[in-house]
C-alpha cells in the first residue's frame, strides 16, 4: 500500500528506478498535456530527459504546437503509466525554460542526425512532401559537416514542469486501487491524503 508518510520525490525516483527495469519501451514516456489560446486541451508523449525535487525535464522546440501554447499558457499536466507495473503517476505544474547551458548540454549529448533534425524539422507545420524534410536534413548536414560541433538553435530548449501536485495510483484487485496525492503548499511543503478509488 502506498505510504502517505513517504516524500513525492523520493517515491517518484522508487518507482521511475522500477519501470526501467522492467518496463520495455521508453519507461521515460510521459504524456503533456498543454492549452492552447483558444482554451482547447492538447496532449502528446515527450520522453523525460531529468528530474530531481525542481522538477521534471523534457525538450522540444519552441516554435510547435506545444512550445507555443507553453508561451500562452504555463500551466500544465504530465501522466507516466507503466502497464507492466500497474502504476501510473499524474504531474500538474507551471513550466518554465531551463537555463541555456543545461540546454546545450543535452542538445551536444543528441546523435549527429537528431541535433541536424532540430534544424531542419518547422515542427507542427505541414508538411507537402517528406522529400521536403529530407531535403533540409541534406541543407543543414551541409552547413554543418562537422558531427562534433552543431550549434542548438535558439527555437530549441528544455523546459522544467515544476509541479504542484502528484498523484499515485496502483492498481489493485476488483478496481480498488490505491491511489496517493501530494499538493505543494505555499510554504513549499508537501502534504499527503488519500483518495477514494
Not at 519501470?19 to 508523449?45: F, G, V, Y
Request: neutral net charge.
Amino acid at each position: 500500500m502506498l505510504d502517505k508518510n513517504k516524500e513525492p520525490f523520493l517515491l517518484f525516483d522508487e518507482w521511475f528506478n522500477l519501470a526501467q527495469l522492467k518496463e520495455l519501451n521508453d519507461p521515460n514516456a510521459m504524456n503533456l498535456a498543454t492549452i492552447s489560446e483558444d482554451n482547447k486541451p492538447h496532449s502528446r508523449m515527450v520522453l523525460l530527459k531529468g528530474h530531481s525535487d525542481k522538477g521534471f525535464i523534457f525538450y522540444t522546440n519552441t516554435n510547435s504546437n506545444k512550445g507555443l501554447q507553453i508561451s500562452f499558457n504555463d500551466n500544465v499536466a504530465l501522466c507516466f503509466h507503466w502497464k507492466s507495473l500497474q502504476r501510473q503517476i499524474r504531474i500538474e505544474g507551471t513550466v518554465n525554460k531551463v537555463e541555456d547551458s543545461t540546454a546545450d548540454d543535452y542538445f551536444n549529448s543528441r546523435g549527429y542526425i537528431s541535433r541536424i533534425g532540430a534544424w531542419s524539422s518547422k515542427q507542427s507545420s505541414l508538411l507537402e512532401s517528406r522529400t521536403d524534410l529530407e531535403k533540409s536534413i541534406e541543407e543543414f548536414k551541409k552547413k554543418f559537416p562537422d558531427k562534433n560541433n552543431v550549434p542548438r538553435p535558439a527555437h530549441w530548449t528544455g523546459f522544467l514542469v515544476s509541479p504542484n501536485k502528484i498523484e499515485f495510483w496502483q492498481d489493485m484487485p476488483h478496481r480498488i486501487h490505491d491511489r496517493l496525492v501530494f499538493e505543494k503548499q505555499e510554504n513549499h511543503t508537501w502534504i499527503s491524503q488519500k483518495l477514494y478509488p
